[in-house]
């Protein structure tokens, strides 16, 4: 009874945390799932968006106005990960890294701006200081200030809005772009310039999602970008592997992302619940990643051998 009643109450925390991470898996989505390009860059934008929306808050500037700021820096970020791609034809998990490696310097320097050294770790913001747009104090109130609630707002409208621009002309020219390259090309699209395009989108998205997390947790951290590509792909392939049949619709797939992050934290808060050690995060994330890779090759095998066997027989 003990554990149901330590389990129910980190329900709210465990979903909150989901759904910030849902915003990030958006972004890994375009370029993972549309772009095909694994993209390490999230590492680095998601601290990037954190630290950019702690100081400017710090500094005087309203919650709205940090966390466009916050999604601008992961744009620039994603832009120069494009630009290593496909101006410098660097390999793009190369280029991700080299960016990643670059934001880990930017990001210090940015957390220390204002102090003796120039560059800082960790940046701490009061939610009785400022006036934050979500804290994981209120989680479990039953008011208009808990962070779920203005959580489904920000989620509901960043879908809407990804879905939108992927039925526009140029948001068309980006889904061919991964779809096809050569046959994208063959119809004038500039494949380079979508490259980028994605790839601004996609770490803008993952700041936003930094940015949330540092109001929600109350501080920024060198560290806490570290893995997020490895999170947010799980998210997708939990959302891909258990809806991938009642979400046809590309709003909806967009969609099973975030249900897919709501759900590894729920699975990570269980497991933890009943005693793991949380030095072994790290070892669960990539053992319910490469379990939820194995299960569409493992079902396509079965299916098939399953399907030679019927043929056999007849």
Request: charged share 10%; net charge positive; aromatic share 8%.
């Amino acid at each position: 009874m003990t554990f149901i009643t330590s389990l129910l109450n980190a329900m709210p925390g465990a979903v909150t945390q989901g759904m910030i991470w849902g915003i990030m898996a958006i972004g890994v989505y375009i370029t993972y799932k549309i772009l095909d390009i694994a993209d390490l860059t999230v590492d680095g934008s998601l601290c990037t968006g954190g630290a950019v929306c702690v100081i400017m808050m710090l500094n005087g500037y309203s919650a709205g106005i940090a966390l466009l700021c916050a999604f601008a820096a992961g744009l620039l970020a994603g832009l120069i990960t494009g630009l290593f791609h496909t101006a410098c034809g660097i390999p793009a998990i190369l280029a991700g890294i080299l960016t990643q490696l670059a934001l880990y310097s930017i990001n210090l320097h940015i957390m220390g701006i204002g102090t003796d050294n120039g560059s800082k770790s960790n940046l701490p913001i009061s939610v009785d200081k400022y006036n934050l747009l979500l804290s994981s104090r209120y989680v479990r109130e039953l008011s208009l200030r808990n962070p779920i609630l203005v959580l489904v707002v920000f989620v509901v409208v960043v879908i809407l809005l990804v879905y939108w621009f992927f039925g526009t002309e140029l948001g068309c020219s980006l889904r061919a772009t991964g779809a096809n390259g050569n046959m994208a090309r063959a119809q004038g699209i500039n494949t380079n310039s979508t490259k980028v395009l994605g790839l601004m989108i996609s770490n803008g998205l993952v700041a936003l999602s930094g940015a949330l997390l540092a109001q929600y947790q109350g501080f920024s951290d060198i560290n806490m970008g570290r893995g997020a590509i490895v999170i947010g792909l799980a998210a997708v392939i939990i959302g891909e592997v258990i809806f991938s049949r009642i979400f046809r619709n590309f709003a909806l797939q967009l969609t099973a992302g975030v249900i897919g992050a709501v759900i590894y934290y729920i699975v990570i808060q269980f497991v933890l619940k009943l005693g793991l050690s949380t030095d072994d995060l790290k070892l669960l994330t990539a053992v319910v990643v490469a379990v939820f890779l194995a299960i569409p090759y493992l079902k396509g095998r079965y299916q098939s051998r399953r399907k030679k066997e019927v043929t056999d027989h007849v």
